[in-house]
């Protein structure tokens, strides 16, 4: 479980480098993590679209 929990920290600390915070104004920071995010969350939906599964079809 707390591997699971983590892993998005880990991403943005490894792949986007906030390991430490590039600005001494917390908004730009803020900005810069939230636009993180916001390409961490676009990655993920775009490996869960592209992956291939079975769809099950309800009903």
Known sequence: MRAEVERPYAVLKEQY???????FNYTRNKVQVVLACCAYNLRRVAGILSSPRERHACG
């Open 17 to 23: 480098g906030l390991r430490r915070m590039r600005f």
